[in-house]
Every structure is written in structure tokens, then in C-alpha cells.
T-cell receptor, first 111, second 114 residues
Framework: DQQVKQNSPSLSVQEGRISILNCDYTNSMFDYFLWYKKYPAEGPTFLISISSIKDKNEDGRFTVFLNKSAKHLSLHIVPSQPGDSAVYFCAASSGADGLTFGKGTHLIIQP | NAGVTQTPKFQVLKTGQSMTLQCAQDMNHEYMSWYRQDPGMGLRLIHYSVGAGITDQGEVPNGYNVSRSTTEDFPLRLLSAAPSQTSVYFC?????????????FGSGTRLTVV
């Protein structure tokens, strides 16, 4: 039973436009959420996080939105740049143990 | 450079062999963990540690052992390698309040069991 779902395996966006990556979760006990970016042959890199008591968090070009009633979060990247091409993982946590990851979305930024 | 260092980067094992994947961090992080990533899958938690001398199991602990004798090191031991353990292994660390800082990941160890 997959508790964190990223239903789009890949997403193609034109450079300069907005990229929107989506994530759904089923566990109501999750109380904070994170997004990671991963390049091939490298470890994931932390991008941005949000607590369940908030509905939005911004950091530069990256904004994460949380809709608790729908158990849905999204990552917005504006404007999209070629270096943003990578696999993006949504992750969630409910306490002292580790993170539960989605399967990832491969974002491709086209020139 | 400060961060999480994993060794080796690549390893091929024969079924039944044992080995230890090394993980070291120099950021004085209290929390360390091991994940595995399989093709088309997200990362899955194997074991974690909230401090020296304390370890606990994650989602997929079978076939793996860990220990945490120092704050800096968190080795992962494969007791008797099986083809199902072919995967990319990532070590991660963070401060105790990992909600704020996220986790720092190493660059991974690609393990093939034949």
C-alpha cells in the first residue's frame, strides 16, 4: 500500500514556464512534507519542506502548497530553468522514524 | 568538504557473501539512516539511528544489520547477500529537528549481487 503517490512518472515543460509537480498521500498522521531533487548518480538534495499547520511555503523559485483536506501537495517552480531537469521526490513523515517517499517524477525542461 | 561520505561507490558481490557499506558524516548530525532505491521506486528506509548507541528498524530491515558506536559513522552490514539486495543504497543524516533542515544524503553505493 503506497502511502505517498506521485502519479506522473514524467513531466515536460518549456523553459521559462511554470512546472507543477503533484503528490498525494493517504496517511493522516503525516505532519510534515519535503521535496527532494535528484540528478543521476547523485544522492537526493533537499529542496523545500512544509509543516501540516501551513498551507504554503516559498523559497525563491520554489513554492510548495499543501491541501490537507484533499491530502494533496504540489511543488511549483517558476520560472523553470534547464538545470531544473531532474527527478523530484515527494516525501512525508509522521514522527521519529524516517521518510516515506513517492516514486518520483522526472521533470524535463525543454529549451 | 562537509557532508555525507559513502564507500564504496560500486560493489559486485556473489550470493551468500557478506560486506559492509560505510557511511560517515562530519556535520555532527544526531540522526542517521539508510535507504535503498530500486528501479522505478522511491527510497525505502532500511534502518535508522537517533544517536550513538541507538538504532531501529525501518520499512525493509531484513537481511541488514547496523550499529552506531560513534556520532560520525553508521555502517550497514549485509549478512548473506541475495540478488534481491541488488539496489542503490543511500545514507542520510540530519540534526535532531529534521523537519527544519531536511536530510543530507550521500552520493550512494550501487550494489549488484550475482
Amino acid at each position: 500500500d503506497q502511502q505517498v503517490k506521485q502519479n506522473s512518472p514524467s513531466l515536460s515543460v518549456q523553459e521559462g514556464r511554470i512546472s507543477i509537480l503533484n503528490c498525494d498521500y493517504t496517511n493522516s498522521m503525516f505532519d510534515y512534507f519535503l521535496w527532494y531533487k535528484k540528478y543521476p548518480a547523485e544522492g537526493p538534495t533537499f529542496l523545500i519542506s512544509i509543516s501540516s499547520i501551513k498551507d504554503k511555503n516559498e523559497d525563491g523559485r520554489f513554492t510548495v502548497f499543501l491541501n490537507k483536506s484533499a491530502k494533496h501537495l504540489s511543488l511549483h517552480i517558476v520560472p523553470s530553468q534547464p538545470g531544473d531537469s531532474a527527478v523530484y521526490f515527494c516525501a512525508a513523515s509522521s514522527g521519529a522514524d524516517g521518510l516515506t517517499f513517492g516514486k518520483g517524477t522526472h521533470l524535463i525542461i525543454q529549451p | 568538504n562537509a557532508g555525507v561520505t559513502q564507500t564504496p561507490k560500486f560493489q559486485v558481490l556473489k550470493t551468500g557473501q557478506s560486506m559492509t557499506l560505510q557511511c560517515a558524516q562530519d556535520m555532527n548530525h544526531e540522526y542517521m539512516s539508510w535507504y535503498r532505491q530500486d528501479p522505478g521506486m522511491g527510497l525505502r528506509l532500511i534502518h535508522y539511528s537517533v544517536g550513538a548507541g541507538i538504532t531501529d528498524q525501518g520499512e525493509v530491515p531484513n537481511g541488514y544489520n547496523v550499529s552506531r558506536s560513534t556520532t560520525e559513522d553508521f555502517p550497514l552490514r549485509l549478512l548473506s547477500a541475495a540478488p534481491s539486495q541488488t539496489s542503490v543504497y543511500f545514507c542520510a543524516s540530519s540534526y535532531a529537528d529534521r523537519r527544519l533542515s531536511g536530510y543530507t544524503f550521500g552520493s550512494g553505493t550501487r550494489l549488484t549481487v550475482v
